[in-house]
């Protein structure tokens, strides 16, 4: 046999035992395609990533390397089968390397963590853009409805008699939720959208003490609106529980629409009481998330609830994979503020309408809450159960002037 020949038939050999290599691990029962690359993403991965579709990275959070057998951090490639710097920084970027730090708060030992940017583009892409567009709706919505319907006034006659609506407390609980809840708006907003609408308008050298101020006005606000929401929903549960009559004035629309229409209502009719469940509801989410950002890495609720969201299988309803319950604490800051944020905007959106129906929207309703007492005409129409049991007290308890 020539040199050639012995050559060539030598190469032939090589390339066909290479080729059965794979071939022969699917022999051998192996499903993963990521044996053939050595635990390295596959092509299949990298696509799959491009066009957007879950995929689990199990793969990558355990090539970190033999643990058991790795060196000292110092000196990664010991003799004994330490880690490689790829296995190394996959390690630090998913919280799994062994680190001491001279700083002993919760995220002290966190090297790098993807999440930043994540949060950075929610928070700055669609959830300020849809929130904003969200607020200028209800904004252009309500003033439509004021146009076409037009402030729904007392239709009857006008005694000039009152009667007591709110007691002292009642209206101390309101407002000092209402006055924190109002300044929480607008210093919230003007940190979310200083960068893109303030500053262009009256520069930085003016936006940054706003800035600095609204910080300090939004952290202390925070104290007196949960103590309003808490007294709120103490004072006032019992009597916003749904009744039969509730579902008469929501098929009526309230009379809202159709002047002449009262649907008959306690104290509070349908539409106060949903308001009142969605506050405290919106209450209790913005005040927790606003209390985890107040104090760092101390409060974490993420985790626990996905763990829960994948219990019931949420995920596979959406046909997506179990939600990644091992959060860095940084990732609970930002999951925090980000539904901080969507709460704000809903709550917000509510409390405009609210505002604008107990004020301009509709004659003698501020009254309630500012003096305390309502003509009584007034309360005839838009509470008349609530009025027929107040007017049914003896004459000395009754609160009629």
């Known amino acids: 046999m020539s040199a050639q020949k012995f050559v060539a038939f030598f190469l032939a050999v090589i390339l066909l035992t290479l080729s059965s290599l794979p071939s022969f691990a ?3 029962g192996n499903s993963d395609p990521r044996e053939i690359t050595g635990g390295a993403q596959t092509l299949e991965d990298i696509m799959a990533r491009q066009r957007g579709e879950p995929l689990d990275d199990q793969f990558r959070r355990d090539a970190i390397g033999n643990s058991d057998l790795a060196a000292p951090l110092g000196s990664q ?12 920084w996959r390690s630090f970027r998913y919280g799994t390397a062994d680190i001491i730090s001279s700083n002993s708060g919760p995220a002290g030992d966190v090297v790098m963590q993807d999440g930043g940017m994540r949060w950075l583009s929610w928070r700055n892409g669609p959830i300020r853009t849809i929130g904003g567009y969200l607020l200028l709706a209800v904004l252009i919505g309500l003033a439509a409805f004021y146009l076409i319907r037009g402030k729904i006034r007392i239709e009857g006659e006008k005694t000039g008699e009152t009667v007591l609506r709110f007691r002292i407390i009642e209206r101390v609980a309101h407002w000092t939720m209402a006055i924190p809840f109002l300044l929480l708006a607008v210093t919230g907003l003007s940190l979310l959208f200083g960068r893109v609408a303030l500053i262009p308008l009256f520069g930085k050298e003016v936006f940054a003490p706003i ?21 709120s929903f103490v004072l006032w549960v019992w009597k916003n529980m749904p009744a039969k009559v509730d579902f008469k004035w929501l098929l009526k629309g309230g009379g809202l629409f159709t002047k002449g229409s009262h649907p008959s209502a306690g104290k509070f009719n349908a539409g106060e009481k949903i308001v009142f469940w969605l506050v405290m509801g919106f209450g209790v989410i913005i005040s927790v998330t606003g209390l985890s950002l107040l104090f760092p890495y101390q409060i974490n609720f993420f985790a626990p609830v996905l763990d829960v ?3 019931l299988g949420l995920p596979s309803l959406f046909g997506i994979a179990p939600f990644d319950t091992v959060l860095a604490p940084q990732e609970e800051m930002q999951f925090a503020n980000l539904l901080h944020i969507i709460i704000a905007f809903v709550f917000i959106a509510l409390i405009m309408a609210h505002i604008y129906l107990g004020s301009v929207g509709m004659e003698g309703a501020l009254q309630s809450m500012t003096k305390g007492r309502v003509e009584t005409q007034w309360a005839k129409e838009h509470h008349d159960l609530w009025y027929e049991e107040i007017a049914a007290k003896p004459s000395g308890e009754t609160p009629v002037e």
């Open 26 to 28: 699917q022999e051998e």
């Open 77 to 88: 490639l010991g003799p004994l089968g330490g880690v490689s710097d790829p296995e190394l």
């Open 211 to 231: 800035a600095i101020a609204g910080k300090f006005v939004h952290n202390y606000m925070a104290w007196p609106f949960m103590v309003g929401l808490a007294l």
């Open 309 to 311: 969201a994948n219990s």
